[in-house]
């Protein structure tokens, strides 16, 4: 036993299988990114001893490099931790959660596999409350975690009193601590023993096992991740898929303290992990229920709505990389990211390819880095679009996530667009640029509401497409940095939008589409035309770049050749030989322009998505 003062550790089996359910606490840490979650998750498996001051690393949960690279969380991530109070032992299970708003589906599952959850605000900076939203929908019993006190900006009276105003969590429910330092940890600890639900009893129900996370292993096959509900699951025993009726033996069984230990049970309301020599992932669905074959449960439990993927990009292969090579990596990188899927595409410019789906921007440039790290591959990417639904004159509801898709103008009835629920806290001093920012991007006002006399919460009806790429880049800008914004789908709205096609060398690009709506189309064809010119290199021929809207074209910039001096070898003599291979060069430079391929570079791709005037 590792002694950590005024707590005491409590790892082994026979401990954790002799614990009461009363006495078993399923929690989830949510916040905003950055706020120390994953920290905070650090000092809890200190405190109740889980890991020792000699393995302990930061952010111990986040097993993949890219995760401590960037200090976020991606993935979700389970612990068990036993912690003794008052002459009792508590079985402690934290899932620690993502932060950013890609990931709010990964959040989403977390949170239906608690009862509690603690809600990490940072005491230093302004706060947006999306992830509490899925909390309180969940029916989570929420503590609040006040972070990040030994900053000497930091303000935890204030950020109390917003927190009691805004979300309703009342001052005795929040814990001022520093999950750096571990001031106040102790207190979070005896409040999550106290304050949080137990598990409903249901143990002697037969088996229900809510999955809600799971990875391929190289060796072990599919490992599933699950919250026993109901009766309990044990290592030989025979289990069913409930939504494809599958079935297999369980050879493994675990928890997560926070390395996979075994273990012969998992009782109910425990957390822990599954394998059963299942092949492949998609044998297992996120938010299945598993059940004993023998005496298998009526109902499955409520599950999950599938990852609503709202960004949709082209990669293709690029350098050195070829086409097999991509979509083996992009098949690799499937098997451990549900919210992720690609599909063969093919362009006349580009060649062959993949149109992947992402839930953000985040996730997509996460995907981006994994392929060239894990997989050492180069790929070329489009500029990212969001997806649509068009309602053709027949009736027909289409789901499009790519402006190649669109129909013909003529079989259009309309076209809808996504709309967000856009969240912004900001310090009132940048509510003018905020406000005209906002309005630029066709953003709707729908309510103010100040959370004190410096700092203000402001909500917008958003179309997805004009917040998805640089707008919170911009938005840091007006507000020195103190704006933090979050989003959340609502629904599609008719618009009155247009397809924008860009034809290189007289070849319409399809990777260089776009959907925009009405009013900016022209203006903004003209204005990215021109980046284009500036984005392609020279080639040795003259390569013409025209906009087109609904087939008519409206403008044209043409890339002139660079010159290669043929003459340079030439050192007098008969003028006839200079004009000889002049004559020459001009055949040559035709005969190509009628089979050269021009070379789109990425920058030329991104400078499509640059809504500045520069």
Do not use: W
């Given at each position: 036993m590792l002694d950590i003062g005024p707590l005491s550790c409590y790892c082994s089996a026979m401990k954790s299988d002799s614990i009461p359910i009363e006495y078993i606490r399923n929690f989830s840490s949510v916040a905003h990114i950055d706020h120390g979650k994953s920290t905070l998750a650090d000092r809890l498996?200190?405190?109740?001893?889980?890991?020792?001051?000699?393995?302990?690393?930061?952010?111990?949960?986040?097993?993949?490099?890219?995760?401590?690279?960037?200090?976020?969380?991606?993935?979700?991530?389970?612990?068990?931790?036993?912690?003794?109070?008052?002459?009792?032992?508590?079985?402690?299970?934290?899932?620690?959660?993502?932060?950013?708003?890609?990931?709010?589906?990964?959040?989403?599952?977390?949170?239906?596999?608690?009862?509690?959850?603690?809600?990490?605000?940072?005491?230093?900076?302004?706060?947006?409350?999306?992830?509490?939203?899925?909390?309180?929908?969940?029916?989570?019993?929420?503590?609040?975690?006040?972070?990040?006190?030994?900053?000497?900006?930091?303000?935890?009276?204030?950020?109390?009193?917003?927190?009691?105003?805004?979300?309703?969590?009342?001052?005795?429910?929040?814990?001022?601590?520093?999950?750096?330092?571990?001031?106040?940890?102790?207190?979070?600890l005896e409040a999550i023993a106290t304050?949080?639900?137990?598990?409903?009893?249901?143990?002697?129900?037969?088996?229900?096992?809510?999955?809600?996370?799971?990875?391929?292993?190289?060796?072990?096959?599919?490992?599933?991740?699950?919250?026993?509900?109901?009766?309990?699951?044990?290592?030989?025993?025979?289990i069913r898929f409930m939504s494809s009726g599958k079935t297999y033996v369980i050879s493994e069984l675990g928890k997560f303290t926070p390395q996979m230990t075994t273990t012969e049970e998992i009782g109910c309301g425990e957390v822990g992990y599954?394998?059963?020599?299942?092949?492949?992932?998609?044998?297992?669905?996120?938010?299945?229920?598993?059940?004993?074959?023998?005496?298998?449960?009526?109902?499955?439990?409520?599950?999950?709505?599938?990852?609503?993927?709202?960004?949709?990009?082209?990669?293709?292969?690029?350098?050195?990389?070829?086409?097999?090579?991509?979509?083996?990596?992009?098949?690799?990188?499937?098997?451990?990211d549900a919210s992720f899927s690609f599909v063969p595409q093919s362009s006349p410019a580009l060649g062959f390819g993949c149109r992947c789906g992402f839930l953000g921007l985040l996730h997509m440039e996460i995907v981006q880095e994994r392929l060239e790290r894990e997989s050492d591959i180069d790929v070329l990417q489009t500029a990212p679009t969001v997806s649509y639904e068009v309602v053709t004159t027949m009736?027909?509801?289409?789901?499009?996530?790519?402006?190649?898709?669109?129909?013909?103008?003529?079989?259009?009835?309309?076209?809808?667009?996504?709309?967000?629920?856009?969240?912004?806290?900001?310090?009132?001093?940048?509510?003018?640029?905020?406000?005209?920012?906002?309005?630029?991007?066709?953003?709707?006002?729908?309510?103010?509401?100040?959370?004190?006399?410096?700092?203000?919460?402001?909500?917008?009806?958003?179309?997805?497409?004009?917040?998805?790429?640089?707008?919170?880049?911009?938005?840091?800008?007006?507000s020195r940095g103190y704006a933090t914004m979050d989003y959340e789908f609502l629904e599609f709205e008719k618009g009155n939008l247009v397809r924008i096609d860009f034809l290189v060398n007289g070849t319409a690009v399809d990777a260089l589409g776009l959907i925009v709506h009405r009013t900016k189309a022209e203006q903004r064809g003209r204005r990215l035309l021109i980046k284009l010119r500036r984005a392609i290199p020279k080639h040795q021929f003259e390569i013409p770049l025209q906009v087109a809207i609904g087939g008519k074209i409206i403008a044209r910039e043409t890339i002139r050749a660079y010159r290669k001096d043929v003459t340079a070898k030439l050192y007098g003599g008969d003028v006839t030989r200079k004009m000889k291979l002049l004559k020459k060069q001009k055949e040559g430079k035709k005969r190509m322009k009628s089979i050269g391929m021009v070379n789109i570079p990425q920058e030329a791709f991104m400078s499509i998505l640059d809504t500045s005037d520069d």
């Open positions: 498996m200190e405190r109740t001893g889980a890991t020792t001051e000699r393995d302990m690393k930061e952010q111990l949960l986040d097993n993949m490099d890219l995760e401590r690279e960037r200090g976020i969380t991606i993935k979700a991530s389970s612990v068990t931790m036993h912690y003794e109070y008052e002459g009792r032992v508590y079985m402690l299970n934290l899932i620690d959660t993502p932060g950013h708003v890609d990931f709010h589906y990964e959040v989403s599952r977390s949170l239906a596999a608690c009862e509690g959850a603690l809600l990490v605000v940072d005491a230093s900076q302004a706060q947006t409350v999306a992830n509490t939203y899925l909390a309180v929908e969940s029916g989570c019993e929420i503590l609040g975690v006040i972070n990040k006190i030994d900053l000497p900006a930091a303000q935890p009276d204030r950020v109390i009193e917003e927190t009691e105003q805004v979300i309703g969590i009342t001052e005795e429910e929040c814990f001022p601590l520093s999950a750096k330092t571990g001031e106040g940890v102790d207190a979070l304050k949080l639900p137990a598990p409903e009893d249901k143990s002697d129900k037969p088996t229900a096992a809510l999955v809600y996370d799971s990875h391929a292993d190289e060796y072990r096959g599919v490992i599933a991740y699950v919250r026993v509900f109901e009766g309990k699951l044990t290592k030989r025993q025979k599954v394998v059963a020599n299942i092949k492949k992932l998609a044998d297992v669905t996120i938010g299945d229920t598993i059940t004993d074959d023998n005496a298998p449960a009526e109902t499955p439990l409520p599950g999950y709505q599938p990852p609503m993927q709202m960004v949709f990009s082209d990669f293709y292969p690029g350098g050195t990389t070829d086409y097999p090579k991509l979509r083996a990596a992009f098949e690799k990188l499937a098997l451990n009736g027909d509801v289409k789901r499009i996530d790519s402006p190649s898709e669109l129909p013909p103008v003529q079989k259009i009835d309309e076209i809808r667009e996504p709309m967000v629920r856009l969240e912004i806290i900001t310090t009132s001093e940048s509510i003018g640029g905020i406000m005209k920012l906002a309005d630029e991007r066709r953003c709707t006002l729908l309510k103010t509401e100040y959370l004190s006399p410096t700092r203000v919460i402001m909500e917008y009806r958003a179309p997805l497409a004009e917040i998805v790429y640089d707008f919170y880049d911009v938005l840091k800008g007006i």
